[in-house]
T-cell receptor, first 111, second 116 residues
């Protein structure tokens, strides 16, 4: 059974710092990996999707990498801003459109 | 309306009530999903629909009954729920090729359900 783990569970950093969020998964037979952002009490906003054949994707200040063989992905956020404060969720698709989610990392950027 | 919309945004119901959650996607997608997000647990997939046909039921109790009348609308009918069913229910959609799950899923804002 696929398990997705995100470390750390919570992270607090000063504004302007670069930071890395980690995601690991136990079964490397995935179709893709998706990073989401969730604001308190709200739905999910898709940030980046990496297909299993890709190594990384970039969008603005965000860069996500995927190492399928080791079961790891990282989300790099450059020059963090208070508006980046949210919970970041990692999810893998493992057949039949089934997204398996991690618990998330709750990120706080302090002004 | 754009993206994926869900109504109502908040719902409080008793254990003997019957209610329905509604989801509508304005993206022209062919697949729709229901997810459950409980406190302190990862998001869980409940149901998957492709071209209005249910292709996945993730061992969901029968007190949750989905309905997909067309590719743009998805309902979740609720009856005789339990307090532990209180959660955020999220709907999503995607454009899929042969149900492989290669494409991005787009989520609605969710319905916050409280069962008394």
């Amino acid at each position: 059974k696929q398990e997705v783990t995100q470390i750390p569970a919570a992270l607090s950093v000063p504004e302007g710092e670069n930071l890395v969020l980690n995601c690991s998964f136990t079964d490397s037979a995935i179709y893709n990996l998706q990073w989401f952002r969730q604001d308190p009490g709200k739905g999910l906003t898709s940030l980046l999707l990496i297909q299993s054949s890709q190594r990384e994707q970039t969008s603005g200040r965000l860069n996500a990498s995927l190492d399928k063989s080791s079961g790891r992905s990282t989300l790099y956020i450059a020059a963090s801003q208070p508006g980046d404060s949210a919970t970041y969720l990692c999810a893998v698709v493992q057949g039949a459109q089934k997204l398996v989610f991690g618990q998330g990392t709750r990120l706080t950027i302090n002004p | 309306e754009t993206g994926v919309t869900q109504t109502p945004r908040h719902l409080v119901m008793g254990m003997t009530n019957k209610k329905s959650l509604k989801c509508e996607q304005h993206l022209g997608h062919n697949a729709m999903y229901w997810y459950k997000q409980s406190a302190k647990k990862p998001l869980e997939l409940m149901f998957v629909y492709n071209f209005k046909e249910q292709t996945e039921n993730n061992s969901v109790p029968s007190r949750f009954s989905p309905e997909c009348p067309n590719s743009s609308h998805l309902f979740l009918h609720l009856h005789t729920l339990q307090p532990e069913d209180s959660a955020l229910y999220l709907c999503a959609s995607s454009q899929e090729v042969v149900g492989l799950g290669l494409n991005e899923q787009f989520f609605g804002p969710g319905t916050r359900l409280t069962v008394l």
